[in-house]
């Protein structure tokens, strides 16, 4: 007879030991900073605006530096300039944008002032809000400057534009190493820490940032900023230096007066309306700042510009100087005139 089958059908195996429980895996480490709202929420794809944007780079070119800063003789690409190069091209692809004010606070003697840009296609698709802070001087020496926010606008709008577009331009701030604002007088920074005052210096790229921030900001706050010693033996390049510089500035100061009075000339011959033309011209934000800085820094060179105000073109429509709010250039002229008469 055959032994009988054993009934467990597990009998001979080896047990298995039962899988080790896995260890959890840890969370994924978040990032240090915080992407704001308004990016993290966005996610719509727009590939018609991709494109168009992408079109607008390919055919994207350096914009001439057609500006020129007369009191410290150096070139730069103007605000007016790169909306135009920029808006027929982006107009050529079926792009807009939209620029808003979301923000103004001030930081110290400085105005700041938030803004957001947003592309838009022709379709309708809207890429994301871009913020760009922009900074001018809040006070002049004659008092509050009523064109700050405007400098801000500008300024806004071109560094974003710039960098939006990857345009290049050859302005101060590229060719420095990127320390130095732009280099524009109608709405940059350098200009606006200046104020109304006697123009700085071009500031060297070496030695500290926020110490050559300090030498701008000084003539209109009243405080002396640190300076460092200089060595014994490039004193007398220093001072030499210095003289160099003083009578470039009397030299530009020259320039911006002559260029004034030659524009006031032609406006007032050229146009059908010269009281207006008259008035257009000197509340242009460039020659308003020039005659405001020659007033207070160069009487002489001053004295000789009000001499074009009494010319037989233009002594017959100074009265409509009158309207520039906060402006002493009416009362100069008819001092000056009296002046000459007695």
């Known amino acids: 007879m055959s032994e009988a089958m054993n009934d ?25 900073f915080k992407v704001p709202d308004y990016l993290a929420n966005d996610n719509t794809t727009t590939p018609a605006l991709y494109e168009a944007t992408a079109a607008v780079l390919a055919e994207t070119t350096r914009v001439m530096q057609r500006g020129k800063n007369a009191f410290h003789d150096y070139k730069y690409a103007t605000i007016d ?30 105005l700041k002032v938030t803004y957001v840009f947003r592309l838009i296609h022709k379709s309708g698709e809207r890429g994301p809000f871009e913020k760009v802070t922009a900074l001018a001087m809040a006070n002049t020496r004659s008092g509050p400057d009523d064109k700050a926010v405007s400098k801000t606008r500008s300024l806004a709008l071109k560094d974003w534009v710039k960098s939006r ?17 732009d280099a524009d007088p109608d709405n940059d920074a350098v200009h606006s820490l200046q104020g109304r005052g006697k123009p700085a210096s071009r500031p060297s790229t070496k030695g500290n940032a926020l110490d050559r921030l300090a ?39 020259k320039k911006a007066a002559n260029r004034i009075k030659g524009l006031v000339l032609i406006d007032v011959s050229a146009s059908p309306d010269p009281a207006g033309a008259l008035l ?41 100087l009158q309207q520039i709010p906060g402006s002493e250039l009416y009362d100069d002229i008819v001092a000056a005139s009296q002046k000459q008469a007695a």
Do not use: W
């Not at 260890?23 to 240090?32: D, H, L, S, T």
């Not at 107009?91 to 400085?110: N, R």
């Open 215 to 253: 030498e701008r900001v000084a003539p209109i706050t009243g405080a002396q900023p640190q300076q460092q010693q200089p060595r014994p033996d490039k004193a007398a390049q220093d001072q030499q230096r210095q003289n160099t510089e003083q009578s470039g500035s009397d030299e530009n100061a």
């Open 280 to 320: 257009k011209r000197c509340t242009d934000e460039k020659t308003a700042s020039d005659i405001g800085k020659l007033k207070a820094n160069y009487g002489a060179v001053y004295a000789d510009l009000l001499t074009v105000f009494q010319d037989a073109k233009v002594v017959g429509h100074i009265g409509a």
């Open 81 to 110: 300039d790169l909306r135009e190069h920029v808006g027929k091209l982006i107009g050529k692809h079926g792009l807009s944008y939209e620029q808003h004010e979301v923000e103004i606070a001030s930081a110290g003697p400085l």
């Open 8 to 32: 467990d059908p597990m009998a001979g195996r080896v047990p298995v030991e039962p899988p080790a429980p896995q260890a959890p895996q840890a969370p994924v480490a978040k990032p240090e």
């Open 165 to 181: 577009f990857s345009i290049p331009t050859g302005d101060e701030m590229e060719s420095a190493g990127g320390d130095e604002p």
